[in-house]
């Protein structure tokens, strides 16, 4: 790696502009200016921008699907060292260089402080508890039913015991279902507790607390019913990055919830944990093996991976052993068995075994999950025109907003991409041409009779949040209007020209589907390999499926896909277990 390459790999605009440019303004801040400086601080900048939360100048450097490495590391680590604006731990500079991790100061800032944090509530002494009142409760709530492990009663229990619990699952291993349970154990313990529900995005709260209202509360009618997202609860400030609760100014809770935790970036987690006061308790709910945040970091998986003693100091394993009580791996899945075929694949897809899933999905036996060749993009339009016209029809025909909605959320096709021919973008035209040649709907108008949209930001005054999906109808009077299901059960309509930003959404990429449920879904893979393309990306979308799953895809690229997982660099499990 030389700047010539750095220069190289910029006009293939793998490296931005703007990695360009910080790499030259922290070259002419140094006292020592050199290569290795403008190189290094190139790479940081790359890095992060990709999701990282660092850059390991020691070891071979992933850029695109290219493999690379530091000429003369030690040299470089040394170099580096003796700039001005390169600092080590404790000091305030640019730039922090912590063995051979390089970070930009305010993840490593962030990284520290979630770390920290983390460590003193493993430290904090267990809670008072009736232990004879939780044990009737538990029993009450989990009643024994075979001499199976019930792992959902163990993650109760864990969160009741402990100031701070992570229970991880899959899809339909009762991650909701299980915290309502919580929730209602220590309302049991004490009545006056004051709780707040929160997740990253609108779509999950909104799904959090529609969970709350429909299930049956066996001990109490406390339960919290307005969630939050995390932006709301912290209280966001208009045009900056800091938020009304922090530090100094902390939540008045005394227990904190967080739903879909997989999806919560490394600087939001540090600012949210700093905000909940020592005292308080926190839950946080996700799927370690689920697509990580769109932000820079993996905060849940880093904290799983650490107490599993993955990729951390051999020296660590008596905290490692202290973390691991306080995590739950959630096993059964209640929507689809280990020995269903969409279970089997679930799991051979986790552990990146590409020629028993595809065996699983080529074989006869199983009618709910199937493959199919890519076809290329010139015959897409006929081969897709089935599936479409089949998977859309029920919810055109339906006659009630409540009707249509619930048909609509019966069938979706996934796109592993926005761009390119397979991609979100292109595949939400191709249908709406089908639909309006078969007279289905009239695509030819901006608004249309049963156009689908997704809203793509927040507006808290409609409380209609980014990812919550709607339909344009004709009602009574003649008037097109934009439908959409509350938490609530009931159905709310807008004026389209009042919504916030949003589009069409026939198709969506696998990201957005996150936390989603669809009766039968179609995957659509690309032609080619991409570095989104990965384990967790092919095991998030076909787990959105409940019934039927169909991949379009190459096999070369669906192998290839299996074997690239999510890996962030980060130092976090590594502080955790200091």
Same mark, same amino acid.
């Given at each position: 790696?030389?700047?010539?390459?750095?220069?190289?790999?910029?006009?293939?605009?793998?490296?931005?502009?703007?990695?360009? =440019?910080?790499?030259?303004?922290?070259?002419?801040?140094?006292?020592?200016?050199?290569?290795?400086?403008?190189?290094?601080? +190139?790479?940081?900048?790359?890095?992060?921008?990709?999701?990282?939360?660092?850059?390991?100048?020691?070891?071979?450097?992933?850029?695109? /699907?290219?493999?690379?490495?530091? =000429?003369?590391?030690?040299?470089?680590?040394?170099?580096?060292?003796?700039?001005?604006?390169?600092?080590?731990?404790?000091?305030? $500079?640019?730039?922090?260089?912590?063995?051979?991790?390089?970070?930009?100061? !305010?993840?490593?800032?962030?990284?520290?402080?979630?770390?920290?944090?983390? !460590?003193?509530?493993?430290?904090?002494?267990?809670?008072?508890?009736?232990?004879?009142?939780?044990?009737?409760?538990?029993?009450?709530?989990?009643?024994?039913?075979?001499?199976?492990?019930?792992?959902?009663?163990?993650?109760?229990?864990?969160?009741?015991?402990?100031?701070?619990?992570?229970?991880?699952?899959?899809?339909?291993?009762? $991650?909701?279902?299980?915290?309502?349970?919580?929730?209602?154990? &220590?309302?049991?313990?004490?009545?006056?507790? /004051?709780?707040?529900?929160?997740?990253?995005?609108?779509?999950?709260?909104?799904?959090?607390?529609?969970?709350?209202?429909?299930?049956?509360?066996?001990?109490?009618?406390?339960?919290?019913?307005?969630?939050?997202?995390?932006?709301?609860?912290?209280?966001?400030?208009?045009?900056?990055?800091?938020?009304?609760?922090?530090?100094?100014?902390?939540?008045?809770?005394?227990?904190?919830?967080?739903?879909?935790?997989?999806? %919560?970036?490394?600087?939001?987690?540090?600012?949210? %944990?700093?905000?909940?006061?020592?005292?308080?308790?926190?839950i946080l709910l996700g799927d370690k093996d689920q697509l990580a945040s769109v932000?820079?970091?993996?905060?849940?998986?880093?904290?799983?991976?650490?107490?599993? /003693?993955?990729?951390?100091?051999?020296?660590?394993?008596?905290?490692?052993?202290?973390?691991?009580?306080?995590?739950?791996?959630?096993?059964? /899945?209640?929507?689809?068995?280990?020995?269903?075929?969409?279970?089997?694949?679930?799991?051979?897809?986790?552990?990146?075994?590409?020629?028993?899933?595809?065996?699983?999905?080529?074989?006869?036996?199983?009618?709910?999950?199937?493959?199919?060749?890519?076809? +290329?993009?010139?015959? &897409?339009?006929?081969?897709?025109?089935?599936?479409?016209?089949?998977?859309?029809?029920?919810?055109?025909?339906?006659?009630?907003?409540?009707?249509?909605?619930?048909?609509?959320?019966?069938?979706?096709?996934?796109?592993?991409?926005?761009?390119?021919?397979?991609? %979100?973008?292109?595949?939400?035209?191709?249908?709406?041409?089908?639909?309006?040649?078969?007279?289905?709907?009239?695509?030819?108008?901006?608004?249309?009779?049963?156009?689908?949209?997704?809203i793509t930001r927040n507006d808290y005054t409609l409380k209609l949040y980014n990812?919550?999906?709607?339909?344009?109808?004709?009602?009574?009077?003649?008037?097109?209007?934009?439908?959409?299901?509350?938490?609530?059960?009931?159905? !709310?309509?807008?004026?389209?020209? !009042?919504?916030?930003?949003?589009? +069409?959404?026939?198709?969506?990429?696998?990201?957005?589907?996150?936390?989603?449920?669809?009766?039968?879904?179609?995957?659509?893979?690309?032609? =080619?390999?991409?570095?989104?393309?990965?384990?967790?990306?092919?095991?998030?979308?076909?787990?959105?499926?409940?019934?039927?799953?169909?991949?379009?895809?190459?096999?070369?690229?669906? $192998?290839?896909?299996?074997?690239?997982?999510?890996?962030?660099?980060?130092?976090?499990?590594?502080?955790?277990?200091?």
């Amino acid at each position: 790696m030389n700047l010539e390459l750095i220069n190289v790999l910029h006009e293939r605009e793998i490296f931005s502009d703007l990695d360009i =440019h910080f790499a030259q303004f922290i070259n002419q801040l140094s006292d020592y200016p050199s290569e290795f400086l403008q190189i290094a601080a +190139t790479l940081v900048s790359y890095f992060t921008a990709q999701g990282h939360i660092c850059v390991d100048l020691a070891a071979p450097l992933l850029i695109e /699907n290219g493999l690379y490495e530091i =000429h003369e590391p030690a040299v470089m680590l040394a170099a580096l060292k003796l700039c001005n604006v390169v600092g080590k731990v404790g000091e305030y $500079k640019p730039l922090i260089l912590e063995q051979s991790r390089l970070y930009l100061y !305010r993840y490593w800032d962030y990284e520290q402080s979630l770390a920290q944090q983390i !460590r003193r509530r493993l430290a904090m002494p267990l809670p008072d508890i009736d232990q004879a009142k939780l044990q009737h409760d538990l029993n009450l709530l989990f009643p024994k039913l075979d001499e199976t492990v019930d792992w959902q009663r163990i993650a109760a229990e864990t969160a009741i015991l402990y100031p701070f619990c992570i229970i991880s699952g899959g899809p339909g291993t009762g $991650k909701t279902s299980t915290v309502i349970k919580i929730l209602q154990l &220590l309302f049991s313990q004490n009545p006056q507790l /004051n709780i707040a529900l929160t997740a990253p995005t609108g779509k999950a709260a909104a799904r959090l607390q529609e969970t709350i209202s429909q299930t049956p509360h066996l001990i109490n009618h406390q339960l919290p019913q307005e969630t939050y997202t995390i932006h709301r609860l912290l209280g966001s400030l208009p045009h900056s990055p800091y938020f009304t609760y922090n530090a100094q100014n902390q939540l008045p809770y005394d227990v904190i919830v967080v739903d879909e935790a997989s999806m %919560v970036d490394l600087a939001l987690m540090a600012k949210l %944990v700093q905000a909940i006061p020592i005292t308080a308790r926190l839950i946080l709910l996700g799927d370690k093996d689920q697509l990580a945040s769109v932000e820079a970091g993996t905060v849940l998986g880093d904290i799983c991976a650490a107490a599993l /003693n993955e990729n951390t100091l051999e020296n660590s394993t008596e905290q490692a052993n202290i973390l691991q009580q306080h995590i739950v791996l959630l096993q059964k /899945n209640y929507r689809f068995s280990e020995d269903s075929s969409i279970g089997q694949l679930a799991k051979a897809v986790r552990l990146g075994r590409a020629e028993q899933a595809l065996a699983l999905l080529k074989s006869p036996r199983y009618d709910a999950i199937h493959w199919s060749p890519l076809v +290329t993009a010139d015959r &897409l339009l006929a081969t897709l025109a089935k599936n479409v016209i089949q998977g859309f029809t029920p919810y055109l025909q339906a006659q009630q907003p409540a009707e249509i909605l619930a048909a609509f959320e019966q069938f979706r096709i996934l796109c592993a991409l926005r761009q390119g021919p397979y991609g %979100v973008i292109a595949m939400n035209r191709l249908i709406e041409h089908i639909l309006t040649t078969q007279g289905k709907i009239k695509g030819n108008y901006r608004w249309y009779h049963g156009r689908p949209i997704m809203i793509t930001r927040n507006d808290y005054t409609l409380k209609l949040y980014n990812g919550d999906i709607g339909i344009i109808l004709w009602n009574e009077n003649n008037e097109l209007l934009a439908y959409f299901p509350s938490p609530d059960g009931q159905i !709310r309509h807008f004026l389209p020209n !009042r919504l916030p930003a949003h589009e +069409t959404v026939y198709a969506m990429t696998i990201h957005k589907s996150q936390g989603s449920e669809f009766k039968n879904i179609l995957l659509l893979l690309p032609e =080619h390999d991409s570095p989104v393309l990965t384990r967790e990306l092919i095991y998030t979308g076909m787990t959105r499926a409940k019934q039927t799953l169909h991949i379009w895809g190459n096999e070369k690229i669906f $192998k290839t896909a299996l074997t690239q997982r999510i890996q962030r660099l980060s130092g976090l499990g590594r502080t955790i277990l200091q």
